[in-house]
């Protein structure tokens, strides 16, 4: 059971809108930024796609999102492509368990 | 080029030892905080460990703590993780990542820890 509460699966058309969300508490998300990880292939490095809860890095294009409210974050993915299909990671620290946590990881699959 | 590549992973018997290494090129990792994160065979990312700038600081998952150590050394850009007393559950891909939650973040290739039972 991971701290962070994501959905395990979401799914959507090519070029529709799709949110992830990311549960947790004020002792992470609630006091500490959120970020985001694609891991397209599972073994393989995952991919930064949004920082502080809601900054991109610049070579992530602006289709994809981040926001943060109270003690839940939000990924937003817009115009979805078939390379979006992957697995994404919500994180934050822990205060209370002084550590870093991951959300167990939800799949998106683009039909 | 900014990399960070591990090494050290193989196959390993309960109760065993392993040393995983984690080396920079093209930055110097002293600025920055290194995490460790794993991945078992079908499972989600699990972070292990992080250690700050001078490794006057470290933090450990609760599975790992007592068994797991971190260290570091500046002058060779490298990050090390003892690990003892290796379980079935520490099988995983573990990979090095420098700066986990910030933009200028990198990760390692990751490398196979493999439990031999």
Known sequence: QSVLTQPPSVSAAPGQKVTISCSGSS????????????????????????????????????????????????????GLQTGDEADYYCGSWDNSLSALVFGGGTKLTVL | ????????????????????????????????????????????????????QDGGKKYYVDSVKGRFTLSRDNAKNSVFLQMNSLRAEDTAVYYC???????????????LVTDSS
């Not at chain 1, 490095?45 to 409210?69: E, T, V």
């Not at chain 2, 990542?97 to 490398?111: K, L, N």
């Open chain 1, 27 to 78: 002792s992470n998300i609630g006091n500490n930024h959120a970020f985001w990880y694609q891991q397209q292939v599972p073994g393989t490095a995952p991919k930064l796609l949004i920082y502080d809860n809601d900054k991109r890095p610049s070579r992530i294009p602006d289709r994809f999102s981040g926001s943060k409210s109270d003690t839940s974050a939000t990924l937003g993915i817009t």
């Open chain 2, 1 to 52: 080029e900014v990399q960070m590549v591990e090494s050290g992973g193989g196959l390993v018997q309960p109760g065993g030892s392993l040393r995983l290494s984690c080396a920079a090129s093209g930055f110097s990792l002293s600025t920055y905080w290194i995490s460790w994160v794993r991945q078992a065979p079908g499972k989600g990312l699990e972070w292990v460990a992080n250690i700050n």
């Open chain 2, 97 to 111: 990542a420098s700066a986990i939650a910030a933009v200028d973040c990198s990760w390692g290739q990751g490398t």
